[in-house]
Nanobody
C-alpha cells in the first residue's frame, strides 16, 4: 500500500494540527494504521495506532489525552488530531500500515508514507 502524509506545519505551543495520511494501491480497510514520529537526533517512536475498523486504538503515554487517531475508510484516509501541542512534540510524523493490530515498534511495519514535519514553537 502507498501512503501519503500531509498536514504538518508550524504551530505555537498549546495549538492544534490535524495530520492526514491517504492510502492507495491496496484495500485500505485491510490495514491497521499507525503514526510514528522522529525528532532530530532521536529514534523513531510510536504515537498511535488504529484498527482496520476504527474500533480499537492504542496511544503512547506521551500523547494520550491530547492526540486522537481516527480513520475514514471511504476516503482511504487516517487522521491524527493533535491538541495542546508542546515543543517536545516537534518531529517528523510518518504513517505506517500493517495487517496486524497493536504493533508499536517501527521495525514491525513494512509500508510507510513520507513524513510531514510538525514544529511547535514555545
Amino acid at each position: 500500500v502507498q501512503l501519503q502524509a500531509s498536514g504538518g506545519g508550524v504551530v505555537q505551543a498549546g495549538g492544534s494540527l490535524r495530520l492526514s495520511c491517504t492510502a492507495s494501491g491496496r484495500t485500505f480497510s485491510d490495514y491497521n494504521m499507525a503514526w510514528f514520529r522522529q525528532a532530530l537526533g532521536k529514534e523513531r517512536e510510536f504515537v498511535a495506532v488504529i484498527s482496520w475498523s476504527g474500533s480499537s486504538t492504542i496511544y503512547a503515554d506521551s500523547v494520550r489525552g491530547r492526540f486522537t487517531i481516527s480513520r475514514d475508510n471511504a476516503k482511504n484516509t487516517v487522521y491524527l488530531q493533535m491538541n495542546s501541542l508542546k515543543p517536545e512534540d516537534t518531529a517528523v510524523y510518518s504513517c505506517a500500515a500493517s495487517r496486524t493490530f497493536g504493533l508499536t515498534s517501527s521495525y514491525e511495519y513494512n509500508d510507510w508514507g513520507q513524513g510531514t514535519l510538525v514544529t511547535v514553537s514555545s
